[in-house]
C-alpha cells in the first residue's frame, strides 16, 4: 500500500483504492477526468495473482474497484461511477433522461460489465482450463465474446466515444474491457480498426496519461 | 412470439420482449411494480436453450432484456431498468444522490450483473463442463460464488430490502439471480434464511405475481 499523495495528509474524504491490473483504473481516470480530489492508495496483487489481505479487508465483498467516502466503503464500478459521477463530478460525464442519447449511454455503461466482463471472463476461463475452440461447449460460450467486439467495431464506426460525438462515463466503463483485460487474455484487435483508432483517441486524453501513470507506473496501457 | 394484448392494438409504445427463463422477467415485474402501460411479447427458447432468431434480431446483441419503445431498440438489463424509471415510472423506484440509501442501492443494483451473475455463470459453466470443486481451478472460481451467498445473506439479515426498507429497482435487478438462475444451475438456500425470508417477502407481491403469471405461464417461481 502506497498512499499517492507524499505529504499523507487526509485532504480528501473520497480515497480510490486500486488493485493494481484491475477495473480499479476506472475510478483512477474518473478522478482524473472530473478533476477532483482524491487520495489514491495502490495494492500490489499476491505472487497467485489475487488481492491482498488487506484489499479484501475493505469491503465485504472485496474485489476491486472499492473506494471509501467518510464512513462509506463502496464497491461494483457501474456503483462507484455513479457515486462519484453525482456526488463529487457534479453530474459531469454522466448523461442524463433529458438527453438524445440517454439510452446509448445507459446502454454501453451497462454493456461494460452486464455484457463484455463476463464474455471476457469466459474467454479467461476458457484460457485456465485449456479448452479451445474444438471443445463445443467452449465454442459456443466464445461465440458470444467475438459478437461483442463486433458490435463495439461498429457501434465505434458510428460515433467517435461509446455514448455520441463527446467522453462520458460510458467510456470509462468500457476502455478497461479493452485494454487493461488483455494483459490476462490476450486479443488480437487487428481486424477492429475503429476499435483501434479510438484507444489511440484515449490514449492521447491528458486525464488517461496521468490517471494510468499514477495507478500503473511502469506500464504501458494495452491501447494497440 | 405472442402478444399479450388480444386486442393487438399499438396501444403502448414500450413494449418488454421476454425470452423464457431469461433476465427478462425483471423488466415484466418493473413495469408491473410501476403500473405503467407496456406490451408483452413472449418467446420460446429452441430446443438448443439458445433464443429463437427473432429475438436476437430485435437488436445487435441480442441478448435478453430487450425492449423496443418507438425506433429505439433498448438491451442490458441495468440500461433498461434505468432508462424506464427515468422516461416512465417519473423516477419511481430509484433512488437519488440526496438519498441516505444512494450508495446501497447502487451497490446492489450493480451487484447483480456486475458480480451476482458472473457467479452464477461460473457456476453454469464448472457444470457444462463436469468440474467439481475437486479441480483447483474450478474451486478457485467457485468460491467468489459462496461469498456472493454469504455477502446477500448478511444485507438481508439488516434490511428488508436491498436498498433498505422498501422496494427498488435494485431488487428488480437481484432477485432473477436468487430465483430463475437456479432452473440452469441449481442452488440450495437452505443455509440462508434470510434470502428465503426476503423471497417469500418478494412472492407476495401482487406486481411479482402478476408479472410473473404473465412472463412464465405454468412455472413456478423459485421461491424456496
Not at 474467454?123 to 463445443?136: H, K
Request: aromatic share 10%; proline share 7%; net charge negative.
Amino acid at each position: 500500500m502506497l498512499a499517492a499523495d507524499p505529504t499523507g495528509e487526509d485532504h480528501a474524504m473520497l480515497t480510490a483504492h486500486h488493485l493494481r491490473r484491475s477495473q480499479s483504473e476506472r475510478i483512477v481516470w474518473l478522478c482524473e477526468e472530473l478533476a477532483i480530489p482524491y487520495t489514491l492508495v495502490l495494492y500490489d496483487r499476491q505472487p497467485d495473482g489475487l488481492a491482498p489481505p488487506d484489499y479484501k479487508a475493505l469491503q465485504a465483498f472485496g474485489t476491486a474497484p472499492i473506494v471509501t467516502d467518510g464512513e462509506l466503503a463502496l464497491g461494483e464500478s457501474g456503483a462507484i461511477v455513479d457515486y462519484v459521477t453525482a456526488k463529487h463530478g457534479g453530474g459531469r460525464l454522466a448523461v442524463g433522461p433529458e438527453a438524445a442519447n440517454f439510452a446509448d449511454y445507459l446502454y454501453w455503461f451497462h454493456f461494460a460489465n452486464g455484457s463484455m466482463m463476463p464474455a471476457r471472463m469466459v474467454a479467461m476461463i476458457a484460457g485456465r482450463l485449456g479448452l479451445s475452440e474444438e471443445n463445443p461447449a467452449a465454442r459456443a460460450l466464445l461465440r458470444r465474446s467475438k459478437l461483442a467486439y463486433a458490435v463495439i467495431e461498429d457501434r465505434l464506426g458510428r460515433a467517435d466515444y461509446f455514448a455520441g460525438p463527446e467522453l462520458t462515463a460510458a467510456d470509462i466503463m468500457m476502455v478497461y474491457t479493452l485494454t487493461t483485460t488483455r494483459v490476462y487474455t490476450p486479443y488480437d484487435l487487428a481486424p477492429y480498426p475503429n476499435v483501434r483508432a479510438y484507444l489511440q483517441r484515449i490514449g492521447a486524453r491528458r486525464a488517461y496519461q496521468r490517471a494510468m501513470a499514477k495507478a500503473e507506473p511502469g506500464f504501458a496501457p494495452l491501447l494497440e
